[in-house]
């Protein structure tokens, strides 16, 4: 079995900044695309931000040039660096790895972690 477990979220004022980290855990071979993902109250699961394994990264419109995801593939972690928050940023953050078992490939999802943002 995968674990994926996410820390780093918190209570913050707009403008401000913090740091979350996710790290995956148990049966695997590797991990290909790691990405991190936001729900806020009543609205939809919306994707934040992914990488590759070698580091090709993708990001939603809304956090571009304000948060930077990275990943250490020797630890299976990847950190999502935010900056400049906004009030809009609240919402329960959780963190994706799609896993290589051995000739496939799996989603595995994080409990989540919440940030909020004051203004």
């Known amino acids: 079995q995968v674990q994926v477990v996410e820390s780093g979220g918190g209570l913050v004022q707009a403008g401000g900044s913090l740091r979350l980290t996710c790290a995956a855990s148990?049966?695997?071979?590797?991990?290909?695309?790691m990405g991190w993902y936001r729900q806020a109250p009543g609205k939809r699961r919306e994707l934040v931000a992914t990488?590759?394994?070698?580091?090709?990264?993708n990001y939603a419109d809304s956090v571009k040039g304000r948060f930077t995801i990275s990943r250490d593939n020797a630890k299976n972690t990847v950190y999502l660096q935010m900056n400049s928050l906004k009030p809009e940023d609240t919402a329960v953050y959780y963190c994706?790895?799609?896993?290589?078992?051995?000739?496939?490939?799996?989603?595995?999802w994080g409990q989540g972690t919440q940030v909020t943002v004051s203004s």
């Open positions: 148990g049966s695997m071979f590797s991990i290909n695309v």
């Open positions: 990488i590759s394994s070698i580091g090709l990264t």
């Open positions: 994706n790895c799609n896993v290589d078992r051995g000739g496939y490939t799996s989603p595995y």
